[in-house]
Structure formats: C-alpha cells, structure tokens
C-alpha cells in the first residue's frame, strides 16, 4: 500500500494550495480518506476526512470555510484545496485512509499513511 501525497510548497499569507494524494495497492476502495498535519514541535492533528459513502466530510475547527476537501473514488485519489493560508497553516500534510464507516478524527484510526508534503505560509 502507497500513499503519496504531492502539492506542497512555499506560498504567501492569504494565498491557496491544492494538495492531492493518490492511494495505490490498496484491496478495497477506503470508506474514509483524510488529511492531518503535523508542525513543528507540535503533535501530529486531523484537518479534513470524506468518506466514500455519500461524500460527507469533516474538517477541524481552525480550517473550516478555507480548506475544501474531495475525493475521486475511482481513482483513489483525495485532495485539499487550502485557501485563505495562514502562517499557522504551514505544517507537512499527511494523508492518510481508513475503512471504518464513520468519520473519525484520531490518529489510530487510519490504517494506512502517507510520507507528506510540506506547505509552508510565510507572512
């Protein structure tokens, strides 16, 4: 199983990102593809998950109404459209999958994980 994320890049205060990750080797479509990052110094932390059934979606508290997530189920991939970055948004991105029918936010949760991308805001 592969996950691999690409997009990420150093950009501006208020500027957008697309982040995609493409899922391969995988013996089922996940139900639940999700996004977390981790900061520097700081734990690793959920953004964003869809699920595959009905395409409902959850995001944290501190990316709602500028991060969009979406999913292309026959092609296993899952991207994050970011807009509005702030500094605090810079982080590497991980994406990762899940086959639990409910949207969750811990890491222990997912089955599978990416090795990340690093998006980095400056002010």
């Known amino acids: 199983v592969q996950l691999v994320e690409s997009g990420g890049e150093l950009v501006q205060a208020g500027d957008s990102l697309r982040l995609s990750c493409a899922a391969s080797?995988?013996?089922?479509?996940?139900?639940?593809m999700g996004w977390f990052r981790q900061a520097p110094v700081k734990e690793r932390e959920f953004v964003s998950a869809?699920?595959?059934?009905?395409?409902?979606?959850r995001y944290a508290d501190s990316v709602k109404g500028r991060f969009t997530i979406s999913r292309d189920n026959a092609k296993n991939m899952v991207y994050l459209q970011m807009n509005s970055l702030r500094p605090e948004d810079t982080a590497i991105y991980y994406c990762?999958?899940?086959?639990?029918?409910?949207?969750?936010?811990?890491?222990?949760?997912?089955?599978?994980w990416g090795q990340g991308t690093q998006v980095t805001v400056s002010s």
């Open positions: 080797g995988l013996t089922f479509s996940p139900l639940v």
């Open positions: 869809i699920s595959r059934i009905g395409g409902a979606a």
């Open positions: 990762a999958v899940s086959n639990r029918y409910d949207i969750k936010t811990a890491l222990n949760d997912y089955e599978y």
